[in-house]
């Protein structure tokens, strides 16, 4: 089938994105559920819905095995430091939006509160940077091109 580098890397953009949604359902229906200090996941699932949704990833991705074949879509590899270095670029934008001057158009910000929050998240800022540094891509990594499936 005669398919447009474009519309080949639409098809494969968004089936990426369906790809990883799928992952966390897999991981979620194994039980592997994160927490941390303000965010948990809980396992509400039942058994039958594990086998339910289990079902239903292999039925999407069959299709989407298809897709790829016919279309043929490359396999999209992307590596942890990079996914890791790229998480921590956008919380930076994420938490500026609790910079005192920003939260003012939620209301009157007291200086008590400015001054409480404001020393805690630079250490959160410097540690995010700190962990992106940790995780910067390497020069090398960067120049690989996309492994092909």
């Known amino acids: 089938m005669r398919v447009s580098d474009n519309h080949r890397r639409r098809f494969s953009s968004i089936l990426t994105e369906l790809d990883d949604a799928l992952c966390e359902f897999e991981r979620l229906a194994a039980g592997q559920e994160h927490a941390?200090?303000?965010?948990?996941?809980?396992?509400?699932?039942?058994?039958?819905?594990?086998?339910?949704?289990?079902?239903?990833?292999?039925?999407?991705?069959?299709?989407?095995?298809?897709?790829?074949?016919?279309?043929r879509l490359q396999?999209?590899?992307?590596?942890?430091?990079?996914?890791?270095?790229?998480?921590?670029?956008?919380?930076?934008?994420?938490?500026?939006?609790?910079?005192?001057?920003?939260?003012?158009?939620?209301?009157?910000?007291?200086?008590?509160?400015?001054d409480y929050a404001g020393s805690r998240l630079d250490h959160i800022v410097a540690g995010i940077k700190r962990i992106s540094s940790v995780c910067r891509p390497s020069k090398a990594a960067m120049g690989k091109p996309k492994a092909e499936t």
């Open 36 to 71: 941390g200090v303000l965010y948990e996941q809980v396992n509400t699932l039942r058994p039958a819905q594990v086998k339910a949704l289990r079902e239903q990833v292999d039925a999407i991705r069959a299709v989407m095995s298809e897709l790829k074949a016919d279309l």
């Open 75 to 114: 396999v999209e590899r992307t590596d942890s430091v990079t996914l890791i270095a790229a998480r921590c670029a956008s919380l930076w934008t994420v938490i500026g939006e609790l910079d005192p001057v920003r939260l003012q158009q939620y209301g009157h910000v007291p200086a008590e509160l400015s």
